[in-house]
T-cell receptor, first 111, second 117 residues
């Protein structure tokens, strides 16, 4: 069965304290892995797409990496405005372009 | 680019009434749109895939007669919650996939908060 798991479920960081969020997946065939940020009461905001193992993408304080089994979202020197829920989703090679979402990581960055 | 809108953003209705939610891709065409629901502190659960000009594909356990989906144009999909009950109260989010090229990302609308009294 195709599955996506995110850890930790929740994370509290001090401002400037770097950390990583994990997205592990077990799927029949990976077309792509996607990272989103979601603020309370809003729709997810697209961050990154990763297609193959070894690929990396960066945007400001965020860096996403991909291996054959998992993806990491590294947050360097976070600021309070980085507080949000971070979601990863996988898209399979078979069938439609639908996503399988992970459960998300709720990040709180304290000033 | 790749902006998706939803209307209304918030709706409160009485039990037994029907509610229609619109999802529009504002600056691109979308043959395929997706409808999700999200409960507090939970992730997004895919309800159905909306296909322009054809019937929607529903996920297992989602009642197609209760959640009616119409995708009549390349920029508009609607979700109608029929005979709504309090347990249908949730945050409903749509997304659209940009057609053509190598891009596979889905872009999400801002969501619709449905409260059924």
């Amino acid at each position: 069965e195709d599955q996506v798991t995110q850890s930790p479920e929740a994370l509290r960081l001090q401002e400037g304290e770097s950390s990583s969020l994990n997205c592990s997946y077990t799927v029949s065939g990976l077309r792509g892995l996607f990272w989103y940020r979601q603020d309370p009461g809003k729709g997810p905001e697209f961050l990154f797409t990763l297609y193959s193992a070894g690929e990396e993408k960066e945007k400001e304080r965020l860096k996403a990496t991909l291996t054959k089994k998992e993806s990491f979202l590294h947050i360097t020197a976070p600021k309070p405005e980085d507080s949000a829920t971070y979601l990863c989703a996988v898209q399979l090679t078979s069938g439609t372009y639908k996503y399988i979402f992970g459960t998300g990581t709720r990040l709180k960055v304290l000033a | 680019g790749a902006v998706v809108s939803q209307h209304p953003s918030r709706v409160i209705c009485k039990s037994g009434t029907s509610v229609k939610i619109e999802c529009r891709s504002l600056d691109f065409q979308a043959t395929t749109m997706f409808w999700y629901r999200q409960f507090p502190k939970q992730s997004l659960m895919l309800m159905a895939t909306s296909n322009e000009g054809s019937k929607a594909t529903y996920e297992q356990g989602v009642e197609k007669d209760k959640f009616l989906i119409n995708h009549a144009s390349l920029t508009l999909s609607t979700l109608t919650v029929t005979s709504a009950h309090p347990e249908d109260s949730s945050f409903y989010i749509c997304s659209a996939r940009v057609e053509g090229g190598p891009i596979n990302e889905q872009f999400f609308g801002p969501g619709t908060r449905l409260t059924v009294l």
